[in-house]
């Protein structure tokens, strides 16, 4: 009798967080369609500060629309934050790829140099200032993020080269698909703020409330800078 009791008081203290977690793997997905905006990196003609040719690669992490990034950020709790493994911008053909990188704050970002010709990463963003100095082909360098926002990022060589970084206070953030499509798992109940950012549109700020491990579907469209 005394070990039914007992088997009953641990079921009552264990079962209701069993349903906790098994209401919080929600999941928010949808589509994000986009125009009218205009990418404003500048494609320069003729010849760079080392006398190479300007190149341009053609590579789809190169492009606006595949570095559309989609996160959430928890308004009620606090969320627990690992470092994004595997942080890694190259320089090929002249072009960071991607150009758009999402990590969670603290995490180190990675920079390969994958042309022929010596490259440099440097960064004027009021707190995250760096600058790797040049490096020979073939060199990897690693900068810790320690801000978050955006970082900018340029190559003091090659003038027409930039990208960015997305420092995130979440780890709920992920990339736009080939498609326009995007989903995040295993969110946890609660209210978040929404943000979807492109390099040249305007960026969208949406509060949702997401409960219940269910299936939310959040469309947007983006549209150019005014």
Avoid at 18 to 40: A, D, H, P
Avoid at 111 to 131: C, G, I, M
Wanted: glycine share 6%; with cysteine; hydrophobic share 35%.
């Amino acid at each position: 009798m005394k070990k039914a009791i007992l088997l009953f008081y641990l079921l009552s203290a264990i079962l209701p967080g069993m349903y906790t977690q098994l209401q919080e793997g929600n999941e928010v997905m949808g589509k994000i369609t986009v125009s009218n905006c205009q990418n404003t990196n500048v494609k320069g003609v003729g010849y760079n500060k080392d006398g190479t040719e300007i190149m341009h690669s053609d590579d789809p992490m190169a492009q606006p629309d595949r570095n559309v990034i989609v996160s959430m950020h928890p308004l009620d709790f606090e969320p627990t934050l690992t470092l994004t493994d595997d942080a890694y911008i190259s320089q090929s053909q002249q072009t960071f790829i991607p150009n758009v990188l999402p990590v969670v704050v603290g995490s180190k970002v990675h920079f390969l140099n994958e042309d022929e010709f010596f490259h440099n990463v440097q960064s004027y963003t009021p707190k995250a200032r760096f600058s790797i100095g040049r490096r020979a082909p073939g060199i990897s360098y690693s900068v810790k993020i320690k801000k978050t926002g955006i970082v900018d990022l340029t190559c003091d060589i090659h003038a027409h080269m930039n990208a960015k970084i997305l420092s995130f206070d979440t780890p709920y953030f992920c990339r736009l698909n080939e498609d326009g499509s995007y989903s995040l798992k295993d969110l946890p109940d609660g209210k978040y703020r929404l943000e979807v950012f492109h390099p040249f549109c305007n960026k969208i700020i949406d509060e949702v409330e997401i409960s219940g491990g269910k299936i939310f579907e959040f469309n947007y469209h983006l549209s150019g800078k005014a």
